[in-house]
């Protein structure tokens, strides 16, 4: 007698959206989610956190910058990439997506020009030789620095950020539309996938920059701002309580229709999902660092150390949190047969094209940009800084 798993179709047993594509959103919701935060500060005025607008907005462009390259490396002819852009068609959802994307990545780039302009003004004047020229083109030839250009700079910051963020917000709604759109997918094929892929790409970006200020401020030997990182924490605990909500409602509301739908997916997360889906990605990696969150954000008797330790190991968490959550949507949307009466497996392999070690590398360049950018956008104030 044929088991269950023996009732997949024979173009079922390749998986064609691989863990680049689990590493797509992933990235793509910190570049949302860091450009949102940097905009709490210059749209909404919460000056607690100034101190790390800057790095936020910075670390927003870092990502930015990788976030297509697993759909590249995904493509047979990434080179033809470009065609979207050059013959559009408005029909195609991946065709609109360029667009977004590009117009996403010019609002970031001129936030940051007139966040630094008075920075790279000065470092031009101080330099020499060749890093003169770069800075002179930089600045592209203006040197006035003043009470009004400043005034100017500031205005302008604060239009680009308030446009960023329903821009940043479609950014990454765009990549649950994507999956939600998707009839045939039984696990993909609600309406609330694209808006719980808004909250979870906010919890990673808080979450990612909780985790980098903590660690360049051990390796810089300086002790971080606590008004601000106490604030990103209790800010993460809120988004993070809406987002895993929102993934557990979207779950009971399948369970409650009861329908065929509920008694394949129901055998999905019970099986293949089991691990990666109900003890990691809830049990663990959410559970967990919501009482870590909880005990940081109501006892206010913990010592600063203590809550700054247990508020980076959460941040840490919700990473993998929001990791595994792409993964067990992407990855376990396709385990499922269109017969509805068997599932297929996927583990991806250590060194092939789309592999884990390719994987790593993707996810780590971002944060090496991270340091050559600290070199031309200085993300917090040092001595003799231009403020």
């Known amino acids: 007698m044929q088991t269950p ?12 959206w691989t863990v680049m594509i689990v590493l797509y959103p992933y990235i ?10 940097s905009s709490f500060y210059h749209v909404f005025g919460m000056e607690k956190l100034k101190p790390i607008a800057k790095f936020a907005l910075v670390s927003s462009l870092a990502f930015l910058c990788f976030a297509t390259v697993p759909l590249l490396n995904h493509l047979g002819r990434p080179d033809r990439a470009f065609n979207i852009m050059i013959t559009p068609n408005f029909n195609s959802a991946m065709s609109g997506f360029g667009f977004v994307y590009l117009f996403y990545m010019t609002i970031v780039v001129l936030e940051i020009w ?3 302009r008075a920075e790279l003004i000065d470092k031009y004047l101080k330099s020499k030789g060749i890093v003169k020229k770069i800075y002179w083109t930089l600045i592209l030839g203006n040197t006035t620095v003043n009470e009004y250009t400043k005034a100017y700079d500031t205005k302008i910051v604060t239009i680009l950020a308030a446009f960023g963020i329903p821009v940043a917000c479609v950014l990454h709604g765009y990549v649950g539309f994507l999956f939600g759109s998707i009839k045939a997918n039984l696990w993909w094929s609600t309406p609330l996938m694209f808006i719980i892929f808004i ?12 985790f980098l200020y903590q660690f360049v401020h051990w390796l810089r030997r300086k002790p971080v701002n606590q008004d601000s990182y106490e604030l990103m924490a209790k800010w993460l605990w809120g988004f993070m309580i809406i987002a895993v909500v929102l993934e557990l409602m979207e779950v009971l509301s399948i369970s409650y229709e009861n329908t065929e739908r509920w008694e394949v997916l129901r055998q999905l997360i019970n099986g293949k999902l089991k691990i990666s889906y109900v003890y990691l990605q809830i049990f663990v990696f959410s559970v967990g660092p919501f009482l870590i969150l909880s005990a940081t954000t109501l006892i206010k008797s913990i010592p600063i150390k203590i809550k700054n330790t247990m508020i980076w190991g959460a941040s840490m968490m919700l990473l993998i949190q929001v990791l595994l959550m792409r993964w067990n949507v992407v990855i376990g949307g396709q385990l499922v047969s269109k017969s509805m009466r068997g599932f ?3 583990f991806p392999g250590y060194f092939d094209k789309e592999g884990l070690l390719v994987s ?8 090496l940009l991270l340091k050559l950018f600290d070199i031309v956008f200085p993300f917090f104030e040092r001595p003799g800084e231009i403020k």
């Open 199 to 210: 909250f979870s790409a906010i919890v990673s970006g808080l979450a990612v920059l909780i």
């Open 114 to 116: 007139f966040s630094y």
């Open 5 to 16: 798993d023996s009732f997949v179709f024979p173009n079922e047993l390749h998986t064609t």
């Open 360 to 367: 790593a590398g993707i996810i780590l360049v971002p944060f």
């Open 344 to 346: 297929t497996e996927y």
């Open 28 to 37: 793509t919701g910190m570049v949302a989610g860091a450009f949102i935060v």
